[in-house]
């Protein structure tokens, strides 16, 4: 390279049209790589959030016809000519059960007729014999099964399943192939069981059996499949991925209950199926396509073990071809822009031929004082011209930004000086107004939540389009008592939002103390000046950033507080409770081994004085002193035994409540049901004495005061947690009036168990009713080691 190419490169001229075309295509490459990874990983979750939608929407239309089959099943289940047919039954009044029995065989049949879809109704006896029985073929007029055609069903797996149910539930069957005398049903015919047992005042009658033609659920999927030209299809499977729906015909109904193809999951797709299969929904690529799957629960409530799966598949190509087409575009754009950066570079390395001296002593003079800022005149309209123009405005900027700082300066010195939530929104307002030069900031918080109205929910489906805020002492100027401002689903902070009031006042509108049901205020404030709006968002933006900080470090403050004074409580407590316990002893000592002494004192006194004037009577009394003396012994080791369990160092937590439960039931003759689960590895001694004592005191309630028959006791640790229960039958209790009914001891003992669970961090719950026995139960937290489950 010659002189004359250094000293071209080294002119005004080159270095211009080198520095514009690298500051034009440097960030522009960057910007247009990364934008366009970026926007490309958008559009991929997009489309992705998209087809999951379209299988949730098909999920929800499945969904929706099976509660309402749930509904009309329930419906059928209260008819009041079937629960006058079950007081009929239940009574042995055969002449109104055959009345009933017609006007519920003629219900049913007004029902079916209206409900198609219904391939059966029926109700059995719990021998599971037909009692009334309404078939309605597909296509064909519903009619009512004669008496000597009516079946019994008894070894049927549906109606033994719905007898186990609890009043009201509801047994759902497997999707499957009907069958007519053990052979599969041509042409075939898709049925789904639904049964609920019948009760009449607590005693089970029977079951109602409604049978439902399967195919107009199995036709949702298959005329969303028919509508689409694209090659997207709907699949649904059972929980053993056996095809239920699928596009192809010879497909389905491969279960071994059915047509036993193995045609399914584990088939065509055995790498996922698992995954697919596990209950949980997701989305996978596999093949090229891409599978979304969501489970469907026919009965959550009753069978949350049993579910089908919705498969929507769609090949990758066709569901991202808009991120391939975009694609294109952008690489189109970016050639062009390459293009246009090369040609304005070299236009604007023509444009700049002027001298640029004018403007280098002022640059120099404000590089060394930068309050040292001064004017300069614009004497052209070029290049040049503009530059000192914009010299010039950068002055204006640099003041007006310096006098912001000093502001923000003093403002963020008095909030972080203050403890008063307040105190620290009237500064923010105060300074917010100085910013913006505006007459008045308004500080408001909401009507409803100033009245102790719940704060309504973030996520709630049609939330209000306005809502009513009070302005609060914490405003700044003149601001109006009330305003009722739009309705923002999602808040943020900083963030102004422009809108108007309900009486038409252009305001601007920020929100403070953002949580996650809602912000507590909200900031209004005239609209102001376009231009000086522009130049103060900036530092705004900052202000209420660090006034959001401030505002949090207070409720962090508050909680803190809130927290120690929970730990105060709680050590209290904990005294309390040694209290209980001592009281506990003592009235123990009191009502029972100084009650056995002192009758033994008095018998031993009687002796003395009897022995001589009558020693058949004296040796009597001898005798009962003996016997007084051996339950005071046997007191004094309950007492003992009690005070701290030998047993439960010795063997553990579940040996010890073994022995007692073993050593109570012998002594009362309860029949017990005694169930331990816990694992090998010892318990953290805390808990296992916790967990002794309150089933201690719960069987020693059940011993002094039940008059129980039987008793179940179970113990088990389950998702990091150890489970206790004690069960009786005995005559109950009201708990809220126990210290009346049961005396102030056992009030005491009721108190002991609760506290022992929250001292733990654990809880007790009591449930009894008189005449209904009575349950307790409680948990207890495991550290995570001791967390697994105990089999």
Known sequence: ?????????????????????????????????????????????????????????????????????????????????????????ASGDQARFQAERRHLAEDFLIFARTHPVYYQIRVLDVEGQEIVRVNQPLGQAPYVVPDDQLQNKAHRYYVQEALKLPPGGIYVSPLDLNQEFHTIERPLHPVLRYATPLDWRDQRLGVLVVNLHAQPLLDILYQVNARRRSPVTLILVDREGYYLAHPDPDKRWGGPRDLDTGEGLYRDAPDIAAEVLSGKR???????????????????????????????????????????????????????????????????????????????????????????????????????????????????????????????????????????????????????????????????????????????????????????????????????????????????????????????????????????????????????????????????????????????????????????????????????????????VAYDLHDGLIQTLVGAHLSLNNYLMLRNLDPEKAEALLRQALQDLQRAIREGRRLIQGLRPTVLDDLGLALAVQEVVEAMATEQGWQVDLQIHLPRKRLPPSVEITAFRILQEALNNVRKHAAAKRVQVSLYVKDGRLYGRVQDDGRGFDPQNVARSAGERAAVGLHSMRERARLLGGEWNIVSQPGAGTTVTFWLPLPEEEGEDGG
Request: include cysteine; charged fraction near 25%; hydrophobic fraction near 45%.
């Open 282 to 584: 997701g989305v996978l690529f596999y093949k090229d396509e891409v599978w979304v799957y969501l489970p469907i629960y026919p009965a959550p409530e009753d069978q949350p073990n049993e579910y089908w799966v919705l498969i929507r598949r769609e090949p990758k190509a066709q569901l991202f071809a808009a991120i391939r087409t975009f694609q294109l575009w952008a690489g189109g754009v970016l050639l062009l822009a390459v293009l246009l950066a090369g040609a304005m570079s070299w236009w604007v390395a023509r444009s700049i031929t002027a001298p640029v001296r004018a403007l280098s002593h002022a640059l120099e003079r404000f590089g060394r004082d930068a309050r040292d800022l001064v004017r300069l005149p614009v004497r052209s309209q070029d290049e040049i011209g503009q530059l000192t123009a914009a010299f010039n405005r950068m002055t204006s900027a640099v003041q007006r930004d310096m006098r912001y700082l000093r502001i923000l300066n003093r403002g963020m010195v008095l909030l972080a000086r203050q403890r008063d939530p307040c105190r620290v929104l009237h500064h923010v307002a105060r300074l917010t107004g100085a910013l913006l030069q505006v007459p008045w900031v308004g500080l408001y918080e909401p009507e409803d939540l100033a009245e102790g109205a719940a704060e309504p929910a973030a996520n709630a489906k049609e939330p209000p389009a306005r809502r009513a805020w009070r302005v609060t002492a914490c405003s700044c100027g003149p601001a109006p008592e009330r305003v009722e401002l739009p309705a923002v689903s999602d808040p943020q902070v900083a963030r102004w939002y422009r809108t108007e009031t309900s009486d038409g006042q252009a305001v601007w509108v920020t929100y403070l103390d953002v949580r996650r049901d809602g912000p507590r205020y909200a900031m209004v404030l005239p609209a102001p000046e376009p231009e000086r709006a522009e130049r103060a968002e900036p530092w705004l933006r900052v202000l209420l950033h660090q006034a959001e900080t401030v505002l949090q470090n207070l409720r962090l403050y508050a909680r803190l507080r809130h927290h120690q004074q929970q730990l105060s409580d709680l050590l209290n407590r904990l005294i309390s409770a040694q209290e209980e316990e001592r009281k506990l």
């Open 1 to 89: 390279m010659g002189r004359g190419s250094v000293a071209s490169f080294r002119s005004l001229r080159a270095k211009a049209a080198w520095l514009t075309l690298g500051v034009m295509l440097l960030p522009l490459l960057v910007t247009t790589v990364f934008g366009g990874w970026l926007t490309a990983r958008i559009l991929r979750e997009q489309l992705l959030a998209r087809a999951v939608e379209d299988a949730e929407e098909q999920a929800f239309a499945l969904h929706t016809f099976l509660q309402q089959v749930r509904r009309e099943v329930r419906y059928l289940a209260q008819l009041r000519s079937l629960q006058g047919m079950l007081e009929a039954l």
